[in-house]
C-alpha cells in the first residue's frame, strides 16, 4: 500500500493543484457531543459550521475532494447539500473519546486514492487559505509525513493539552 501523508482539515481544480499532489479534506463531524447538541450544526451568520467548513475548502481551490465522516442523519442531510463523500461512521468510532487519529485511519482504509489529507474540524472555523496552502507546500517539499496548526495560549488551560517549546523541540506537558 502507497504511504499516506496526513496534514493535523468532489471537484478537481487540475490548475490549482499543489506540486500534482492529489489532496483530501477530511472533515469530521459525530452527531453526539454532550457539550452542545449536534454542534456541528449551529450556525453563525445563517450558516452552519458544516457549510462554513465546505464553503473554506472551496475557496482554497486545490482539494480533490471533501469528506465528512459522521454517525449522524442530520449532519449527514447537511453534508449532502454541499456535495461531501460521505463517509458513516460506524457505531464504535462514533464514540465519546475515540481520536481524531482512529478517523483518519477509518478514511484511510476507505479512500486510497490521495497523496495527502487535511482533517478541518467544523467547530475551528476561523482559518486562512493562505495558511493551509503554506502548510501543505512545506509538509509536500520537505517531505514531511504531517503537520499540525498550534497557537499560544494561556496555561489556565487543560495541562495534558498543551504542547511547551523547548530547545526548538514541542513537548507535551504529561510527565
Not at 51 to 65: L, P
Not at 120 to 141: C, G, N, Y
Not at 163 to 174: G, P, Q, S, Y
Request: net charge positive; aromatic share 8%.
Amino acid at each position: 500500500m502507497k504511504e499516506k501523508h496526513l496534514l493535523i482539515v468532489g471537484v478537481n481544480f487540475k490548475n490549482n493543484m499543489i506540486y500534482q499532489k492529489k489532496i483530501l479534506a477530511l472533515v469530521p463531524a459525530r452527531g453526539g457531543s454532550k457539550g452542545i447538541k449536534l454542534k456541528n450544526l449551529k450556525k453563525i451568520n445563517n450558516l452552519s459550521l458544516i457549510a462554513h467548513t465546505s464553503n473554506f475548502i472551496d475557496k482554497c481551490k486545490f482539494f480533490d475532494e471533501k469528506i465528512l465522516s459522521t454517525d449522524h442523519k442530520k449532519i449527514i442531510t447537511e453534508g449532502k447539500k454541499f456535495n461531501f463523500s460521505i463517509i458513516k461512521r460506524s457505531q464504535k468510532l462514533s464514540k465519546d473519546f475515540v481520536s481524531d487519529y482512529d478517523v483518519l485511519r477509518d478514511t484511510l482504509n476507505k479512500k486510497s486514492t490521495f497523496d495527502y489529507v487535511v482533517l478541518l474540524q467544523p467547530t475551528s472555523p476561523i482559518r486562512k487559505v493562505s495558511h493551509i496552502k503554506s502548510a501543505l507546500k512545506i509538509v509536500i517539499k520537505k517531505n514531511f509525513h504531517s503537520s499540525w496548526s498550534v497557537s499560544k495560549l494561556d496555561k489556565k488551560f487543560h495541562p495534558l493539552k498543551i504542547l511547551e517549546i523547548k530547545k526548538k523541540i514541542f513537548k507535551t506537558n504529561t510527565k
